[in-house]
Every structure is written in C-alpha cells, then in structure tokens.
T-cell receptor, first 109, second 115 residues
C-alpha cells in the first residue's frame, strides 16, 4: 500500500500559484497518481492524473519527478473559488483507494 | 445527466431506525465504492463492488451495515439500528475498474443525521 503524505493546510492569495507536494515513497511501477478536489458538502472531484514527468489540463498541472516518489499539484493563479481540500491518491493495488486527510487550501482576497 | 447519483441527499432519522441509501453509478462502470466522511476528515473506505460481487469490506463496517449491488447496476447501503455515531456523509463512487489508475467519479453524497 502506497501511503501518501501531504501538508495539512496551505494559505494563498488570489492570483498566486499554489503548489502542493505529495510524497508516495512506495509507489508501484504501474501506479498512476491522481488528485482530487473537494468542496464542502460535495463529493470529491477528479482534477488531474499522471504517471511521469508533467501533465497539464485546463485546471492544473502535475509534476512527477523521475523517481516518482513524490508529485506536485500546481494550481496557477488561484481564485477564491479554488478554496477546497485537495487529495493525492496512489492505488498500489489497494482497490480500496484510500483517501488521507488531504490538504486544505485557503485562498484569500 | 450521466454522473453518479445518490438518493436521498439528506436523511434525518432517530436513533434505532433503519436507513437505506441508493447509488446509481455511471453506466458501464464496473466498480462501485462506498465511503463515509465526517467533518474535517477525508473519505473513509467502507466497501466496494466489482460488478455484483462485494470484494472488500472495511472493518469500519459493523454488522449493522450491509451493502448490495444486485445485477451489477445500482447499489444500496443499509444501516440498521442507527446510532448517533453513524451521522456522516455517505459517498458513492464508480470507476471503470481499470487497474492502477485510481480515477473515481463521485456522487454528491447522502448526508445522514441521527438524532
């Protein structure tokens, strides 16, 4: 089971870039890394997934170094609406797909 | 709407009553998961199905909890003799079942309040 570790919380201001790093030292060879976003009273929502190097979509970028033992979610130019909890998931044959406590990102005006 | 739907969205019940939640996954998704989430915590895994087979069940799930997925389509989660500690958001998610990608599609959840 690939345990993940990420910061409990991060504060930012509108327009700044927010980078959240997740450690997953025991990631398996064929694992993907997936990030979710969750707003209060809603289910988590998939934002990005990657295997190696860099993945970018309209919402975020995901940077994965060569050893894949960590990954960094980058949210460019955040707005107040990006205030949410962000979760990093690595399956590692754990079909339970366990969530940790996530990182609470608070964006201030 | 072809997303995951859950019903009811909110349920208030008295301690000792039984409650049932329903989840309709995205069609053609083989895997269906149930999670429980309390305030300030991440979703906790409860159980999951591969088609109609319940493949794993968390130790968090006492014998008062039961889940079914007849015919591999919708699923129900029943809680018998509810306790105040059962108050939580119950989340359902589905996926295609492709190994190691971990992409889940969640519903909006069913919030249970036990008085």
């Amino acid at each position: 089971l690939a345990k993940t570790t990420q910061p409990i919380s991060m504060d930012s201001y509108e327009g700044q870039e927010v980078n959240i790093t997740c450690s997953h030292n025991n990631i398996a060879t064929n694992d993907y890394i997936t990030w979710y976003q969750q707003f209060p009273s809603q289910g988590p929502r998939f934002i990005i997934q990657g295997y190696k190097t860099k993945v970018t979509n309209e919402v975020a970028s995901l940077f994965i170094p060569a050893d894949r033992k960590s990954s960094t979610l980058s949210l460019p130019r955040v707005s107040l609406s990006d205030t949410a909890v962000y979760y990093c998931l690595v399956p590692s044959n754990d079909y339970k797909l366990s969530f940790g406590a996530g990182t609470t990102v608070t964006v201030r005006a | 709407d072809t997303g995951v739907s859950q019903d009811p969205r909110h349920k208030i019940t008295k301690r000792g009553q039984n409650v049932t939640f329903r989840c309709d996954p995205i069609s053609e998704h083989n895997r269906l998961y149930w999670y429980r989430q309390t305030l300030g915590q991440g979703p906790e895994f409860l159980t999951y199905f591969q088609n109609e087979a319940q493949l794993e069940k968390s130790r968090l799930l006492s014998d008062r909890f039961s889940a079914e997925r007849p015919k591999g389509s919708f699923s129900t989660l029943e809680i018998q003799r509810t306790e105040q500690g059962d108050s939580a958001m119950y989340l359902c998610a589905s996926s295609t079942g492709l190994d190691n990608t971990g992409e889940l599609f969640f519903g909006e959840g069913s919030r249970l309040t036990v008085l």
